[in-house]
């Protein structure tokens, strides 16, 4: 009786302190119900569609539009709330895909997924982006922020690898969020590894949860006040999103679309 209480004491403490336990915090399989919320500013749209997917029977259509005229920002994004904040750990994972005549010269900047908090109550930043991934060029791009929101600090991997109009690429992010030393951030690109780093931190010093963003936002127009190229209507299909804290949560090959 004794041993077997200590046996199934013993049982679950490891069964706590496992890593492999699987929690899928959030899951979209490419289709406009099931977010938080969403951000669509001037002549964007955002489209579920059945004729171009990466699984499944649907993908969601990410669309902005180019208006010299306007001064504003170009967002179409999905969004959810409070994903995670410092101290955390997880996974976050998405397919997407670039309209297949995608312009990529000349090169400028193209989020897709950003992780984002409101600091307005600061007085140093509004709406703060932390890590993003964005395309520029046909080059994949990612970063983290650290310091605090009234002296912010960056850190960028640019150049990671080359995005290919027309096809589905699949990302997944490991971070451990912590504003010290102690964290970690890792990028997979179509199932490769393109970013891993440790002992760094990867987040600022504030306790306040981000949210995740996702979709197409085309800072580049707003923050040089000008379009480059010609090509005025940008598309990014996403689907199988998911987040979790095993890589599976997360991977796209493993969530239906
Ligand atoms: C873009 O949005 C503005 C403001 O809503 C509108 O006046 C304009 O007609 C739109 N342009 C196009 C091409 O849809
Ligand atoms: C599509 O979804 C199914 C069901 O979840 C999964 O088994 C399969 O691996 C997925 N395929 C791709 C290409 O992601």
Request: proline share 3%.
């Amino acid at each position: 009786m004794f041993f077997k209480t200590i046996t199934a004491a013993a049982i679950a403490a490891l069964h706590l302190a496992s890593p492999a336990l699987s929690t899928q915090t959030f899951v979209n399989t490419g289709i406009t119900s099931g977010w938080s919320s969403q951000n669509i500013e001037h002549n964007g749209s955002i489209n579920q569609v059945t004729n171009v997917v990466y699984n499944g029977t649907s993908a969601l259509k990410f669309t902005q539009v180019y208006d010299p005229s306007y001064t504003g920002r170009y967002h179409s994004e999905k969004a959810e709330l409070q994903v995670y904040k410092l101290g955390d750990t997880g996974f976050y994972g998405f397919a997407f895909r670039l309209q297949s005549d995608w312009q990529a010269s000349p090169a400028q900047s193209y989020n897709i997924a950003q992780f984002i908090a409101d600091f307005t109550d600061t007085g140093c930043d509004d709406w703060m982006p932390s890590t993003m991934v964005w395309v520029i060029g046909d080059q994949l791009a990612t970063r983290v922020k650290y310091g605090s929101i009234c002296a912010q600090q960056i850190q960028e991997w640019k150049g990671l690898k080359t995005v290919t109009p027309g096809v589905w690429h699949t990302i997944v992010i490991q971070a451990n969020w912590q504003s010290d030393d102690s964290g970690y951030f890792k990028m997979w690109y179509d199932g490769a590894k393109v970013v891993e780093e440790y002992n760094l931190p990867t987040m600022i010093d504030d306790s306040r949860p981000f949210d995740f963003h996702i979709g197409i936002y085309a800072n580049g127009w707003h923050d040089q006040q000008e379009m480059l190229g010609t090509q005025e209507t940008r598309q990014i299909w996403i689907d199988s999103v998911g987040m979790g804290t095993t890589f599976a949560d997360a991977d796209p090959t493993k969530i239906e679309g």
